[in-house]
Nanobody, 123 residues
Framework: QVQLQESGPGLVKPSQTLSLTCTVSGGSITTSYYAWSWIRQPPGKGLEWMGVIAYDGSTYYSPSLKSRTSISRDTSKNQFSLQLSSVTPEDTAVYYC???????????????WGQGTQVTVSS
């Protein structure tokens, strides 16, 4: 059973960088042909895919967020991370990490999700 757990600060000030980590257990982030995404849901809105890091370390980003988003990984810890720069209150959301296959980018379905973590951008 694969499990994902998000962690990071729940409050970020405007203009700062939001940093979150997803710790994966029960499976390796380097296993072919899986991909590991960050997804968010602002209050009252739908899910928004932000980007993905594939099993081989390649990354793909949402065009609307690409200039501010970076996804990296630490294979020794079986973790992948999100950095979102220059945040504004509009970046307030529940942030999720999730697993998919590489069949489509952005993924159209996920088989495992983290529980989500609330991040609020406020001074």
């Amino acid at each position: 059973q694969v499990q994902l757990q998000e962690s990071g600060p729940g409050l970020v000030k405007p203009s700062q960088t939001l940093s979150l980590t997803c710790t994966v257990s029960g499976g390796s982030i380097t296993t072919s042909y899986y991909a590991w995404s960050w997804i968010r849901q602002p209050p009252g809105k739908g899910l928004e895919w932000m980007g993905v890091i594939a099993y081989d370390g390649s990354t793909y980003y949402s065009p609307s967020l690409k200039s501010r988003t970076s996804i990296s990984r630490d294979t020794s810890k079986n973790q992948f991370s999100l950095q979102l720069s220059s945040v504004t209150p509009e970046d307030t959301a529940v942030y999720y990490c999730a697993r998919s296959t590489l069949a489509t980018i952005p993924p159209d379905e996920y088989d495992y999700w983290g529980q989500g973590t609330q991040v609020t951008v406020s001074s």
